[in-house]
């Protein structure tokens, strides 16, 4: 590996990053400016536009015929997303949830990713699959705008103190220029990724699943990683978890489903990922509703959790990928000891929670 490739690898991520925050400050601005409401800007524009590296590269990495990076780009993303950015900033401080986001957003958030787990079961993402990957995102567009027209002046007002009340003083004509020139950025530096990450995967004999899931996969998530610790930390907690909620249902349903519907083979599917990554995406996805509804919180603890989640993660896909001897024993105590205790721990929590919730209801009652 060169120094001109390893430049190549940041300078294209330094590009993402300056595109995403480009693309996400000129369309909440022009959003507003137009008359779309808060909620839909938070929801929509800034948790897609914080996705917006995942799509360049999985649709950069298509066209190139590299599909491992598409593929891996997605699931790492979205475990990424709630392993690392949801548990360090619950870490920082604890975060609230809303009955929204625990009702409805995070059951959907779940239903795409064992739609995801069932398309990929004979190896490939198909055109025709991308094609209703991508309508579940309009779709899921149109709802929220909808759900919108109901949402509390509450809700409004932190929206609107986080992205702006939409009367803003730049001419429309300046945001639009953040868009082509954060779309532009986008593409570039994607490119620029991609190219150096393969090499770098080359060089280093790491197959291009690992790179994908890993440093791609953290690189490319750095505009939610920004987002979700900058809300925890002035207290726009609720818009932490929504970010990251919002930013994993559109990796699935529009950078897989577009990335497979501009291709003509779709995108295939490694025996690896579907073994194991995708099953370890689909149950990061279902442990946040036992989390999230225990108390409509999470607490630093459940952060801290979630974080050495993610180090667990990250160090066996490392020992897979060298072949470590430590790999069996690492595997054994994971299998034998930490995820069972952890699902105990689960079950406690949910039954005391619905316990306490009884409780509460007869007292009222009384």
Known sequence: MDILTFSLFVLGLILLIIGAEALVRGASKLAAAVGISPLVIGLTVVAYGTSAPELAVSVQSTFAGQADIALGNVVGSNIFNVLFILGLSATITPLVVSR?????????????????????LDGNVGRIEGALLFAGVVTYTIF??????????????????????GKSKPHWLVN????????????????????GAVAIAQSLGVSELIIGLTIIAAGTSLPEVATSIIASIRGERDIAVGNVVGSNIFNILSVLGLSALVSPSGVAVSTAALRFDIPVMLAVAVACLPIFFTGNLIARWEGALFLGYYIAYTLYLILAATQHDALPAFSMIMESFVLPLTAVTFVIIIMRTLRARKKERMNLRA
């Open 144 to 165: 929220v705008i909808r759900q919108s027209r109901r949402e509390q002046k509450q809700m409004q007002d932190e929206y609107a103190r986080e992205y702006g009340n």
């Open 100 to 120: 929204q986001l625990i009702k409805i957003d995070v059951p959907i958030m779940i239903g795409t990713s064992f739609i995801l787990a069932l398309m990929a």
């Open 176 to 195: 639009l220029g953040l868009i082509i020139i954060g779309l532009g950025l986008l593409v570039l530096g994607s490119r620029w990724l991609v190219n």
